[in-house]
């Protein structure tokens, strides 16, 4: 059976609220289980859902062992990589059309609250990493000019001449790259400019706990930690989640939503506790729109809190652990 | 106390603690007999080569124990008790009351040489004339880091360990699901992988059932969400891959993360989210060093079905510190090279007496 009119409903559900996102989820569900194959056999194992949230999850690691798509691999447009940090080759993110992503890129940005100014750019532009899903996205917010990955003097220069307020939207890593640049300096922006952040510290083996990288911004760039957005999304997804400062959680659009499962039962858990994250991404329309992530949160009543993959939480002993394998 | 009688209180404390083992006075004087050539020599001068020679244990003894092992901790503490060092033992942030409990076990002559603490007073760490450090690479290399120049730094790092059953006979998967269920399968000696000579499809079936045996009898200890979450996310991957490949099949126990059983037919080494999951794969009869290069050099014990010498032949190359029957390895004798070296002969500083006895 085919859906054709699905990605423009999709869209307009994302764009302007058409739809209803129960109904909308279930349909992009059932074409992804007609015409992923992989999908289709593994939901063999599960009963048909009656509503959204019985979805079967699909893990992570289905992209890095099969083709998970709705569409034969010649009407590829784009395959998006991920980082392959964890030592098992990259998952695979593929792409028919460009425009849903773009759509629930454009309209996530929006509603969370950015300021709209001119973005700077501390990652790296799509042209050089063309298999960046977040290369991408900033593609779309940056000015081929603003990028200024790796060219930390030039962009210390054209910060310092700011006289417009902007928004910096960059890797962590980029961040702390750049902070660790500026050493000493402090730069001043025009005030009302903000920061975008996302990313982590994959693969690098640096760490910094996030209330020590916004001392960062407030250090080099004169940000308060409510001037500064965290995004989280992944390579597998089409949209993100956004947090502003500190104590805030993590909310997406209507057509993205997190549950967070209890592992041992796979049942939601109540508010305050904590549990696994799965996401329901509506814009996931040709791949797979239920996600099982590696994530650890912990459930609010308006969204959730990222814990993140926490090593020090995952099982100690004197047994070695999967990382000093990947480490060498 | 002299040896002997250190040994024997020793032993008495350790009968209460199942997780070390056998344990008798014997056990213990027949380490020292080993390392150190003979089972008095911490008490006077004893005969040594065409000589005389005398064995002081370097005192205090400072243990740094991280994780949450009991058994580690008891036996570095045991051993430098034997050696009649002066013991202090740092232990993890949350504790380890297995060490409180075995010390009030002890006469008081010898719990007097133990002192234990969570934190790690300075003057541990300038008095210490050796310093034992159990943990991960990165504290192994925090503390080396720290250590002054002279004192005896004896590192004990995370290993794997695995399993190999060269003919599947009936008790193997009882042996092996007894291995791995231990401690949650958390201890250095416990498998992440068993491999098979033969059906290890079929195996990993029967490893299944043993496995929800043990777990029936012996369920498993509570686990984390971080965990809960691994296991969870390790059998979700696997269930993905099992729909639509023949080559891989996921057991798990129902409504539950009790065990896991994953059979892979690729003979690369698999590493563990632990807490009873564990992969099942053919024997690479070729070139086992090839599919089980990452784990060599960490390589803690192999324990082996039956357990022959043309089986341990077999895994010898891989230069494991132990090799030793299925069902066994959470067992180590006290004898046990850990990490390929002596336990003691490291922890003592020897005065040799050329007597004129012509």
Request: aromatic fraction near 10%; hydrophobic fraction near 40%; glycine fraction near 8%.
């Amino acid at each position: 059976m085919e859906h054709p009119n699905l990605h423009y409903q999709v869209i307009r559900y994302i764009e302007h609220g058409e739809g209803n996102f129960a109904d909308l989820l279930v349909n992009v569900h059932r074409r992804q289980r007609e015409l992923c194959h992989p999908y289709h056999e593994y939901c063999k194992g599960f009963p048909a859902p009656s509503t959204w949230r019985e979805i079967p999850p699909l893990p992570l690691g289905a992209f890095r062992w099969s083709r998970i798509a709705t569409f034969p691999e010649s009407e590829t447009v784009r395959t998006f990589r991920t980082s392959g940090t964890t030592g098992e080759g990259y998952g695979q993110h593929h792409f028919a059309t460009l425009d849903v992503y773009h759509a629930a890129a454009m309209a996530g940005w929006r509603r969370a609250g950015i300021p709209g100014h001119r973005v700077i750019g501390l990652a790296p532009p799509p042209t050089e990493t063309p298999h960046s899903s977040l290369s991408a996205m900033a593609g779309w917010l940056v000015q081929p000019e603003d990028f200024f990955w790796n060219q930390w003097e030039r962009l210390a220069d054209s910060l310092a001449a700011a006289e417009e307020p902007l928004v910096l939207f960059g890797t962590a890593l980029g961040f702390l790259d750049f902070f660790e640049f500026l050493g000493d300096r402090a730069l001043t922006l025009p005030a009302g400019s903000a920061a975008m952040e996302t990313g982590g510290y994959k693969g690098t083996r640096r760490n910094l706990p996030k209330e020590e990288l916004y001392a960062l911004f407030q250090k080099h760039l004169g940000l308060e930690a409510d001037d500064v957005w965290n995004e989280y999304g992944m390579t597998e997804l089409s949209s993100q989640f956004y947090t502003r400062g500190l104590k805030a959680p993590h909310r997406g659009g209507s057509w993205v939503r997190g549950l967070v499962i209890d592992p041992s039962t796979g049942r939601e858990v109540g508010v305050g506790e904590t549990g696994v994250l799965v996401i329901f991404d509506l814009a996931n329309i040709d791949s797979s729109c239920v996600l099982q992530t590696q994530d650890l949160a912990v459930r609010h009543e308006e969204g959730f809190v990222l814990l993140g993959r926490d090593p020090s939480a995952l099982p100690r002993g004197c047994s070695r652990a999967a990382d000093d394998l990947l480490s060498r | 106390m002299n040896t002997a009688s250190r040994a024997d209180a020793l032993a008495r404390a350790a009968s209460h603690f199942p997780i070390l083992g056998p344990c008798s006075a014997e056990d213990l004087l027949e380490v020292v007999r080993l390392e150190l050539g003979h089972a008095e020599i911490l008490d006077g001068f004893r005969p040594y080569g065409a000589n005389f020679a005398r064995a002081y244990c370097l005192s205090p003894l400072l243990h740094i124990v991280s994780g949450n092992t009991p058994h580690a901790a008891l036996q570095s503490l045991i051993r430098g008790l034997l050696l009649g060092a002066q013991n202090r033992m740092k232990l993890p942030s949350e504790g380890l009351p297995e060490v409180g409990e075995f010390l009030s076990l002890l006469p008081a002559g010898l719990r007097d040489r133990a002192t234990i603490s969570t934190t790690l007073p300075a003057e541990w760490l300038r008095e210490a004339e050796a310093w034992i450090v159990f943990g991960s690479d990165e504290t192994i290399a925090h503390f080396r880091s720290q250590a002054r120049p002279g004192v005896r730094f004896e590192p004990h790092g995370h290993l794997f360990s695995l399993g190999l059953v060269a003919s599947p006979t009936p008790g193997a998967a009882d042996a092996a699901a007894r291995d791995i269920s231990l401690f949650n399968q958390k201890g250095c000696l416990s498998p992440h992988d068993i491999y098979v000579r033969g059906d290890a499809a079929a195996f990993a079936a029967e490893l299944a059932r043993a496995m929800g045996d043990f777990a029936a009898t012996e369920p498993p200890l509570p686990v984390t969400v971080a965990e809960a979450a691994e296991i969870h996310n390790v059998r979700a991957n696997y269930r993905f891959r099992s729909a639509s490949d023949a080559r891989v099949k996921l057991y798990e126990s129902e409504d539950s993360l009790d065990w896991t059983v994953i059979y892979e037919n690729d003979p690369w080494f698999a590493s563990s989210c632990l807490n009873r999951v564990v992969y099942v794969k053919p024997w690479p009869e070729g070139d086992p060093s090839a599919a089980l290069g990452p784990v060599l050099g960490w390589l803690g014990a192999v324990g082996i079905w039956p357990s022959l010498p043309e089986v341990a032949e077999l895994v010898a190359p891989l230069a494991p510190s132990r090799i030793c029957p299925l069902g066994h390895m959470q067992l180590p004798p006290w004898s046990w090279h850990q990490e390929g070296r002596q336990n003691l002969a490291g922890l003592v500083r020897w005065v040799d007496f050329e007597a004129d006895i012509r």
